[in-house]
């Protein structure tokens, strides 16, 4: 039984987005400042990935862990209230990812997926970054260092 009302928990759930949320303008943040140019959701792709860097034939996904499962995350976490609408939910929104990857590397793409938590530490997130895109462009030497960088991408 859920303590709260259908009224409070509809609003509750509209407030949840499925573009841009922070963690993923986090990401967007930190490739736009290694100098890449990218695209938003780009619906000729199998799933509409949140960025695509078509120079790259690379795509990012980022997700929540909680709405995708990130496993062994504390953040994926089952709510204890209608478990098993909650179960096939998490199961069908797994099988769709695994599906639209499979389709987009099929297309020739590469695929890299971060997950929420990860953006909680963004110098991690350039590193698989310019790992990822096997970068030939480096940041620039103008640019603020690293450590300068607060959560959220912006600068101190």
Known sequence: ???????????????????????????????????????????????????????????????????????GCRFA???????????????????RDRKDVASIRRLGWRVLTVWECQTKDLARVDKRVLRFLGSRKRISPDLPALSHVRKGGRLR
């Not at 736009?32 to 619906?43: A, I």
């Open 1 to 71: 039984m859920d303590r709260i009302s259908r009224a409070e928990r509809s609003a509750m759930m509209s407030r949840i987005r499925s573009k841009n949320t922070k963690p993923e303008r986090a990401v967007r943040s930190c490739i736009h400042r290694l100098g890449f140019r990218f695209r938003l959701h780009d619906r000729s792709l199998p799933g509409a990935p949140d960025i695509v860097l078509p120079r790259f034939r690379a795509v990012i996904q980022v997700h929540g862990c909680f709405w995708h499962r990130h496993r």
């Open 77 to 95: 976490y089952n709510p204890k209230s209608r478990t098993e609408f909650w179960a096939e939910k998490f199961r069908s929104n797994v099988k």
